[in-house]
Antibody, heavy 120, light 107 residues
């Protein structure tokens, strides 16, 4: 069965970086893209961007350009999301979600979420 | 970016009733790129509808989606207790945006 298993929660200081992993299994890794979506406490869903694990190219939401990097490791079928220069506004649950290869739609399987806390 | 506005913000209904949730876009959206998600507390979202009207795998047929252009809707024909949750619409136009959500609560 399709599974996306994310790394554990993180507590980071303001200005630091966080790297969240998403280990996938149960499907052809290069046939789909992976998206990253976050949800601040009590708030809605916000898309950070998408990576084509087949080609390695990314589409990062304008708001996060320059601060987010997404990478994929085909050997371990794992995708990573790196968010730099953390502020208190970045405190949220971060989800990876499998989507179509292109365009990045139809998020049909999700990871369990990774809580990122930002302390002062 | 296209802004999606969902209404109502909260709807209170009883099991067995019909629910209709609205999603209005600030610009025309391709129906192929409009989806709906359900989210329960403490859980990741779940894809319900893609392409505006196609049910995702294992989604009961009481869920249906419709609409085009700037106006889309999600209908739940007969509410079951497990349907009370948050619902989000989503679109893609080069970037992904979500609506702010509709909370469906038990009356």
């Amino acid at each position: 069965q399709v599974q996306l298993v994310q790394s554990g929660g993180e507590v980071k200081s303001r200005g630091a970086s966080v790297k969240v992993s998403c280990k996938t299994s149960g499907y052809s890794f290069t046939s789909y893209g992976i998206n990253w979506v976050r949800q601040a406490p009590g708030q809605g869903l916000e898309w950070l961007g998408w990576i084509s694990v087949y080609q390695g190219n990314t589409n990062i939401a304008q708001k996060f350009q320059g601060r987010v990097t997404m990478t994929a490791d085909k050997s371990t079928t794992t995708v990573y999301m790196d968010l730099r220069s953390l502020t208190s506004d970045d405190a949220a649950v971060y989800y990876c979600a499998r989507g179509s290869h292109w365009p990045p739609i139809n998020f049909d399987h999700w990871g369990q979420g990774t809580l990122v806390s930002v302390s002062s | 970016d296209i802004v999606l506005t969902q209404s109502p913000g909260t709807v209170s209904l009883s099991p067995g009733e019909r629910a209709t949730l609205s999603c209005r876009a600030s610009q025309s959206v391709s129906s192929s790129y409009l989806g709906w998600y359900q989210q329960k507390p403490g859980q990741a979202p779940r894809l319900l509808i893609y392409g505006a009207s196609s049910r995702a795998t294992d989604i009961p047929d009481r869920f249906s989606g419709s609409g085009s252009g700037t106006d889309f809707s999600l209908t739940i024909s007969r509410l079951e207790p497990e349907d009370f949750a948050m619902y989000y619409c989503q679109q893609y136009d080069g970037s992904i945006t979500f609506g702010q959500g509709t909370r469906l609560e038990i009356k």
